[in-house]
């Protein structure tokens, strides 16, 4: 079975600053794993996806995540926040040998002037 | 186009009307996937289809009828809801099951925001 866990439910940072946002996963299988962000009263856009390439992937508007076997982790950063990067995060795994995605709990992220 | 439309955007209803959500994608995916999200909780899986069959059922209550007329489109068909099913309702496609060369990310729709009164 599989399972994703974002460690964080609320993210407060402040324009212009770093983001860190963390996710832990658990697979019995070699997992494909993405982060999504969801704006306001929006559907689901695809940030970044990992699918066994490589370990570091950069995505949109300038996000990237690391894929870290060992610690069953895959983060999702950004150099540098804007206001507009305000809105709901989910990391979610799919295993390569199955065919549903599993999301974690979701991240809230808030961006303050 | 890498789009999935959904209508409604909005949709009303009462506990006695019969009414239907639908899903257009024209990527060639052939799994399809509604789900239901209520607020501030992640989306969570109703059904999935693949290749045009229903293949996913996640014990969904019958009053949720899901169809899959040909490769490009979804409905799902609501009959005698509840309250507590309103939500946003979100459809998604992807490319055929375990597939590692086209990927498996899904790509999802705008969604439905239903509200039963």
């Given amino acids: 079975a599989q399972s994703v866990t974002q460690l964080d439910s609320h993210v407060?940072?402040?324009?212009?600053?770093?983001?860190?946002?963390?996710?832990?996963?658990?697979?019995?299988?070699?997992?494909?794993l993405f982060w999504y962000?969801?704006?306001?009263?929006?559907?689901?856009?695809?940030l970044l996806k990992y699918t066994s390439a490589a370990t570091l992937v950069k995505g949109i508007n300038g996000f990237e995540a690391e894929f870290k076997k060992s610690e069953t982790s895959f983060h999702l950063t950004k150099p540098s926040a804007h206001m507009s990067d305000a809105a709901e995060y989910f990391c979610v795994v799919s295993e390569t040998a199955g065919n549903k995605l599993t999301f974690g709990g979701g991240t809230r992220v808030?961006?303050?002037? | 186009?890498?789009?999935?439309?959904?209508?409604?955007?909005?949709?009303?209803?009462?506990?006695t009307n019969k009414k239907?959500?639908?899903?257009?994608?024209h990527m060639g995916h052939r799994a399809m996937y509604?789900?239901?999200?209520?607020?501030?909780?992640?989306?969570?899986?109703?059904f999935v289809?693949?290749?045009e069959k229903l293949s996913i059922n996640e014990s969904v209550p019958s009053r949720f009828s899901?169809?899959?007329?040909?490769?490009?489109?979804?409905?799902?068909?609501?009959?005698?809801l509840q309250p507590e099913d309103s939500a946003l309702y979100l459809c998604a496609s992807s490319h055929k099951v375990n597939n590692r060369v086209l990927g498996t990310e899904a790509f999802f729709g705008q969604g439905t925001r239903l509200t039963v009164v």
């Fill in chain 2, 1 to 15: 186009d890498t789009e999935v439309t959904q209508t409604p955007k909005h949709l009303v209803m009462g506990m």
């Fill in chain 2, 20 to 25: 239907s959500l639908k899903c257009e994608q």
């Fill in chain 2, 49 to 51: 289809y693949s290749y």
């Fill in chain 1, 110 to 113: 808030l961006v303050k002037p």
């Fill in chain 1, 37 to 46: 962000v969801q704006h306001p009263n929006k559907g689901l856009q695809l």
């Fill in chain 2, 66 to 80: 899901p169809e899959c007329p040909n490769s490009s489109l979804l409905n799902l068909h609501l009959h005698a």
């Fill in chain 2, 34 to 46: 509604w789900y239901k999200q209520k607020a501030k909780k992640p989306p969570e899986l109703m």
């Fill in chain 1, 12 to 32: 407060s940072v402040s324009e212009g600053t770093p983001v860190l946002l963390r996710c832990n996963y658990s697979s019995s299988y070699s997992p494909s």
